[in-house]
Each structure stands twice: as structure tokens, then as C-alpha cells.
């Protein structure tokens, strides 16, 4: 039975639903308006964060972080290499110019990466003689380097990719060979976490990696953090990377890695997300793009499908994902242009070389 109120009655209805908008809008999570950024819709389950250089925080970049992000990573200014390039030299600039930008408009920080196989600087593994350094000393200038960079950003990181990529990928062996792991061996990953918890015991140590959903991969992951927390190890977290493809992906193995994470009772970032619009290659294709590497309709809308399920997974996941990040702004400029297809353009993102939102943004923001 269809019951028919008075006009007034109508009225006075509306009327007061439109006072409980205006006093109550966190409550009502659909009113977004179009200015609303990232951040806004997912303000109820995580931080949006985006991973940047000094650079894009100047003109419409800046304005476009502040308004859709509300946390930030540097993308390469606080690795091992631009940030300590000799024993005795460190360069703050760029990474503190990262840190005054989130403190300035409120973003949270996360710190990358205290230790890593790759973009380190020469001087690390080797003597005064030129030759391979030995543990001892190895272990030192880590427990400095790490002292030196989280003492730095205390009280302004509140997370740190504390060892990232230590897990081989293939099934052969459970380590990466890395100096790190032959010149140390596995202890450098506990003494990495101890070293950033002994300087900062309020930061959040995350171990970080790619391929973490693969599932050879993500039981190795699974097996030394279990290890980790047993020796009672300062370890909070997982980083998922998300470096993946629209092709590839399964929604499956998204889920499935989540839940095995979670079971180890840490919490799970999100740390590089971006969906490249190219199937893997693995090595660099010599002969360069050629005319199949095309953005077309196509592969756009299964973009958009593919970030829809990922956003709707990390939301069933909310009690353990605390935070999202996405690897770069825009399709302006990806790390993936150029790699590993030379002269090839790579659209991996939700915001266009425009900067205008893509149709996945629209997928991600809709629910
Ligand atoms: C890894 C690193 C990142 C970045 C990407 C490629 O995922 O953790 O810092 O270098 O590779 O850009």
C-alpha cells in the first residue's frame, strides 16, 4: 500500500533531511561533491597516498596532491643512494622540500627505504682498499645510515619501508642473493627493523616487496615474517608493492595474499600501486615501442574493471590495509614509460598527462 503524506508533512521531511546534511555530512558518505578527491571517498577506510619527487610538487601537480592524496612517499630521494651518496655525505634537500610539503598541507609521510639491493651508492660495499666489505663493517654503516635517516625524519615519517625486495622470485631460492644477504646473510633483515625501532620506537617498520601476490613468492614472504615476529623482531607490517598489470591480475590471488598477510595479525600497505597496460616482460625489449603499444578503448576499459576489483578487494580488507599508495601522479610521467620497452609510453594510472580523472578513476570513487 502506497501511503500519501500532506504536502506539509512533506515538506517539513525534506526539510529536515537537508539539516542533517548540513549538520552530519561525514555521515552521509554518498553526498561527495565533484571537488571531492581520493582521500575524501576513502576517508572511512585509508589514507590515498602518492609517491613524488621535489618536482611534482610545484604547479598543478601540487594542486592536484593536496586536493586528492593525503599521504606521500618519496619516490627516490630518501633511498640509500641519493641520500647518502658517500660515507660522510648526506643530502637532505630534496627529501626534507617532500617532508615540509606534507607537514605544510597535512599529509601523512611514509619513509622509503632504509634497505635495499638497488640504487645504493658505490661506496657501501666496499673497503678503503676496494674491496668487498665485511660484515662487520657492512652491518655498521647500516646500523648508521639507518640511524642517521630515521633520527632525520622522527615524528615526521610515521611509516618506514624498513628492508625492501629481500625474497627471491623463483621457486630455487627463498633469499635474494643481494650483497646484503651474501656479505651479512639473513641476519641483516632482523638488525635493519632493530636498528629504525632503537631510533624511533613510535615509526611503523614495514617489510616491503613486488610480486607479493604471486603465491610462490608470497608464502616465502609469509614464512620469514612468521620468523621474524617468532625472534621478536619490530616488525608492523607488510608492503604490497602493486606494481601489476591489467592482464595478469587476478582477483583470486589479490585476495588470497591479503588473508594469508592478515593471518600474521600485521597491518598491510599498500605501498607503489599502478596497473601498467602491457603484459610483464621480463629484460628490456631491444628493439624498442612499436606501433601495438597503443592506449586503446579497449585496454582502457579493462583498466577501469581491473581497479574497480582492486579498490572493492582493499575495501573488504579494511580492518587490515591502513594505507594505499599509488607509484607517481599521473600519466604525465610513470617510472614504467620507457621501461622496460624503450621509447614506450605506459598509462598506468587514474589521472591522464592532463591530469583530468580517467575513466578507472571514476570506477575506483564509485560505490
Ligand atoms: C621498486 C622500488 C621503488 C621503485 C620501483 C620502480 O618497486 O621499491 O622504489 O624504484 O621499484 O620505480
Not at 32 to 51: C, E, N
Not at 244 to 264: D, G, M, P, Q, V
Not at 270 to 278: A, K, M, N
Not at 302 to 318: C, G, H, S, T
Amino acid at each position: 500500500m502506497k501511503i500519501q503524506y500532506p504536502f506539509f508533512q512533506q515538506v517539513q521531511v525534506l526539510f529536515l533531511g537537508i539539516h542533517f546534511l548540513v549538520l552530519f555530512p561525514p555521515l552521509y558518505s554518498t553526498a561527495q561533491t565533484a571537488t571531492s578527491g581520493l582521500k575524501d571517498y576513502y576517508r572511512d577506510y585509508f589514507p590515498i597516498g602518492v609517491s613524488v619527487g621535489p618536482r611534482s610538487l610545484e604547479g598543478d601537480q601540487a594542486a592536484l596532491i593536496s586536493a586528492q592524496f593525503n599521504s606521500l612517499t618519496a619516490e627516490n630521494v630518501m633511498k640509500m643512494g641519493p641520500i647518502h651518496p658517500e660515507e660522510d655525505t648526506y643530502l637532505w634537500e630534496n627529501a626534507d622540500k617532500i617532508a615540509q610539503f606534507a607537514s605544510e598541507n597535512g599529509l601523512l609521510l611514509r619513509g622509503h627505504t632504509l634497505c635495499w639491493h638497488s640504487q645504493t651508492p658505490d661506496w657501501l660495499f666496499k673497503d678503503a682498499e676496494g674491496q668487498e666489505v665485511k660484515k662487520e663493517m657492512l652491518l655498521k654503516r647500516l646500523e648508521d645510515h639507518i640511524t642517521a635517516v630515521v633520527s632525520r625524519y622522527k615524528g615526521k615519517v610515521y611509516a618506514w619501508d624498513v628492508v625492501n625486495e629481500a625474497i627471491a622470485d623463483g621457486e630455487a631460492d627463498f633469499y635474494r642473493a643481494s650483497p646484503w644477504y651474501t656479505i651479512i646473510g639473513e641476519a641483516f633483515i632482523a638488525k635493519a627493523f632493530e636498528f629504525a625501532h632503537r631510533i624511533d620506537p613510535d615509526a611503523l617498520l614495514f617489510y616491503n616487496d613486488y610480486n607479493t601476490i604471486n603465491p610462490v613468492k608470497r608464502d616465502k614472504i609469509y614464512e620469514m615474517v612468521k620468523r621474524l615476529q617468532a625472534e621478536g623482531v619490530p616488525i608492523h607490517g607488510i608492503g604490497i608493492q602493486g606494481h601489476w598489470n591489467i592482464h595478469s591480475l587476478t582477483e583470486e590471488n589479490l585476495r588470497a595474499a591479503l588473508a594469508k598477510y592478515a593471518s600474521l595479525g600485521l597491518k598491510i600497505q599498500v605501498t607503489e600501486l599502478d596497473l601498467s597496460i602491457y603484459k610483464s616482460e621480463s629484460g628490456r625489449r631491444s628493439k624498442g615501442a612499436d606501433e601495438s603499444d597503443v592506449f586503446t578503448p579497449e585496454l582502457e576499459k579493462l583498466q577501469a574493471e581491473k581497479y574497480k576489483m582492486i579498490f572493492e578487494v582493499f575495501r573488504d580488507f579494511k580492518d587490515v590495509i591502513t594505507s594505499v599508495t599509488f607509484w607517481n601522479v599521473s600519466d604525465r610521467h610513470s617510472w614504467l614509460d620507457n621501461f622496460p620497452v624503450r621509447g614506450r609510453k605506459n598509462y598506468p594510472l587514474l589521472f591522464d598527462k592532463d591530469l583530468k580523472p580517467k575513466k578507472a578513476y571514476w570506477e575506483v570513487v564509485k560505490f
